[in-house]
C-alpha cells in the first residue's frame, strides 16, 4: 500500500531515505530548512556522492512520487513522517538534540491525528519515549526506525539491509506493523522491540564495529613483534561464522561521521547508567594510539629509527578520505595522521581521488597527479585503502622518490609486486619486505 511519507531533514541520511521510499512506490515528502538546498534538489541536484543515489531523485521528480520542500505545513497529509535530524556531539560528546527539539513542537502543531512519527536518524536512547512530549500530542504514535547506512552504499544498504528494526513501545503495536510492511520489498528480517532496544540497537552495532576493530588493531601490532601475519590470522578468524570476515583489516584506525561519534554517545550512555563499559574505553583509546603507530612506522622508514626526526622530510600521502570510496573527511584517521605527521615537521603531498582540498589551514598539500607526492619523498605513506592505488606505475613512482620506501597502512598493495619495482613494502601486522617475488 502506498503511503505518503514525510522526511524531515534533507542531510545523508533523509534524502537516502526518501528517495528509496520514493523508489519503492510510495509519496515522498522531503523537509529541509535550508533553502538554497531544496532549490538544488529540486532541480535534480545532489551534492552527496553516492552511487544510485543521484538517479533515484531524478527518478522522484520526473515521476512526481518525490518533492522537496521547506514548508513544514506540506507534511500536514503524512501518514508517516521520519525524523533525519543531525544529532552532532556536543562539547562533551553527547548527542546535541538541539535541532529535533525545536523541530518536533512545530511538527506537533501541524500534523494530522494517526500520523506515526519516526526516528531514524541516530538518537540516544529514550529519544522516541520522549516524543509525545516534545509533539504535545497523545493522538500521534511513534517509533524508533534507526538506519545502518554505510557511506558509499548508502541506496544499496537501505534497499537490501541486513535486518530492520522497528521499536514501539509496547513492542509491534499497529504503527511498528506499518513501519515495518514499508520495507517488506526488502524482504529482509524484521525485529519488533520497544523504542530504547532499537535504539540501542544501533549504537551497540556500531561500538561492536569499533571494538571488533581496534581488536584486530592491536592483534597486529602483536603480529608484528611475534613474527606472524595479520592477514592469516585474521583470515583464519574471519572463517569461523561466529566471528566473520567483515572488519578484520588493520588500518590507520577507525572513524567517519558515525563510529566515532556513537561509540562516545554509547559511553556517554553508559556512564550515565553507572555502567562501566571498559572495554568500548579501550577501544576508543586503542584507536587514539594508532595514529601514533603510524606515526613512528613513518619514522622509522625514514630514517631507520621509531623515534627519528621528521624535520623537512618529504612525505607522501595516497589517500585522505576516511575509507575508499568517499571524499568524506569527517574524523578521518588518514587525515589525523597526516596532521600529526606535519606536527611532527614533516614536508606533506597528498593525492586521494576523490579529495580536492582540505579545508581549513591545513598543512598538507593536495594534488591532482598522484605521480606528484613521490617527488623527493623519503616516504609514500598508504592511508586510505582506494583500489587504483594498487594500478599505480610503481617503478615511475620509485624512479622519482627519494628513498623506495612505503608504509602501507592498509596492507592494501601487492608487497611483491612493490619489490620488484625497487620499493620496501612495510605493512601492518605484517614483515617488511623487500626482496622481489620469483
Ligand atoms: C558505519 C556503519 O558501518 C554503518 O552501519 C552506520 O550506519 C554508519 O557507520 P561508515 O561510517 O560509512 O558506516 O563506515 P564503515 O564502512 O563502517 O567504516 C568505518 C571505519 O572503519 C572506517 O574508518 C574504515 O576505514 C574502518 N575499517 C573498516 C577498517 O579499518 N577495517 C575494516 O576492516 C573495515
Known amino acids: 500500500m502506498a503511503e505518503h511519507i514525510g522526511i524531515v531533514g534533507a542531510g545523508y541520511v533523509g534524502l537516502t531515505s526518501a528517495a528509496c521510499f520514493a523508489r519503492l512506490g510510495h509519496r515522498v515528502t522531503c523537509v529541509d530548512s535550508e533553502k538554497s538546498k531544496v532549490d538544488e534538489l529540486g532541480r535534480g ?23 522537496f520542500t521547506t514548508a513544514q505545513a506540506e507534511l500536514h497529509g503524512a501518514d508517516l513522517v521520519f525524523l533525519c535530524l543531525p544529532t552532532p556531539p556536543a562539547e562533551d560528546g553527547r548527542p546535541d538534540l538541539g535541532v529535533l527539539e525545536r523541530v518536533v513542537p512545530q511538527l506537533g502543531r501541524l500534523l494530522r491525528p494517526g500520523c506515526v512519527v ?10 522516541a519515549a520522549r516524543l509525545p512530549g516534545l509533539l504535545g500530542r497523545t493522538d500521534l504514535p511513534v517509533a524508533a526506525n534507526p538506519e545502518f547506512l554505510r557511506e558509499g ?23 511498528a506493523e506499518r513501519v515495518a510492511r514499508l520495507y517488506e520489498p526488502a ?19 556500531n561500538a561492536f564495529l569499533a571494538v571488533k576493530l581496534s581488536y584486530v588493531n592491536v592483534l597486529a601490532e602483536l603480529c608484528e613483534r611475534s613474527g606472524a601475519d595479520v592477514r592469516e590470522v585474521a583470515r583464519t578468524m574471519g572463517l569461523d561464522a561466529r566471528i566473520g570476515p567483515e572488519f578484520l583489516a588493520p588500518g590507520p584506525g577507525w572513524g567517519g561521521s558515525c563510529l566515532p561519534k556513537d561509540t562516545s554517545a554509547l559511553l556517554h550512555a ?15 583509546r586503542v584507536n587514539a594510539r594508532q595514529r601514533a603507530r ?3 612506522a613513518v619514522r622509522q622508514a625514514v630514517t631507520g629509527s621509531p623515534a627519528g626526526s621528521l624535520a623537512g622530510a618529504r612525505v607522501g600521502l595516497l589517500g585522505l578520505a576516511f575509507k575508499a570510496g568517499t571524499g568524506d573527511l569527517r574524523d578521518s584517521p588518514a587525515l589525523a595522521v597526516a596532521e600529526d605527521l606535519a606536527r611532527a615537521g614533516a614536508e606533506l603531498t597528498a593525492h586521494d581521488p576523490a579529495v580536492g582540498r582540505v579545508p581549513g589551514a591545513s598543512a598538507v598539500q593536495v594534488v591532482d597527479d598522484p605521480y606528484l607526492v613521490a617527488k623527493d619523498a623519503a616516504a609514500l605513506v598508504v592511508l586510505t585503502e582506494w583500489p587504483e592505488f594498487r594500478d599505480l606505475d610503481w617503478p615511475r ?8 620506501v612505503v608504509v602501507d597502512t592498509r596492507n592494501l598493495l601487492d608487497p611483491g609486486a ?5 620499493f620496501t613494502h612495510v605493512g601492518v601486522g605484517t614483515r617488511p619486505h623487500t626482496t622481489p617475488s620469483e
Do not use: N, W
Open 187 to 205: 524482504g529482509a528480517p524484521v525485529v519488533l522491540t520497544d523504542t530504547a532496544s532499537a535504539e540501542l540497537a544501533k549504537y551497540a552495532s
Open 294 to 296: 603510524v606515526v613512528r
Open 153 to 175: 552504499h548508502a541506496v544499496d544498504d537501505f534497499l537490501h539491509p541486513d535486518r530492520v528494526v522497528v521499536g514501539t513501545d509496547p513492542p509491534g503495536a499497529a504503527a
Open 118 to 127: 519516526v526516528t531514524k536518524s541516530t538518537v540516544p536512547v529514550g529519544t
Open 397 to 404: 613512482l620509485a624512479a622519482s622518490v627519494a628513498r623506495p
Open 418 to 422: 612493490l619489490a620488484e619495482a625497487g
Open 45 to 67: 541536484v545532489v551534492s552527496i556522492a553516492e552511487p544510485g543515489l543521484a538517479e533515484l531523485v531524478a527518478q522522484g521528480l520526473g515521476d512526481g512520487t518525490l518533492t
Open 270 to 284: 553508559a556512564d550515565s547508567a553507572g555502567v562501566d563499559f571498559g572495554i568500548l574505553r579501550d577501544a576508543v
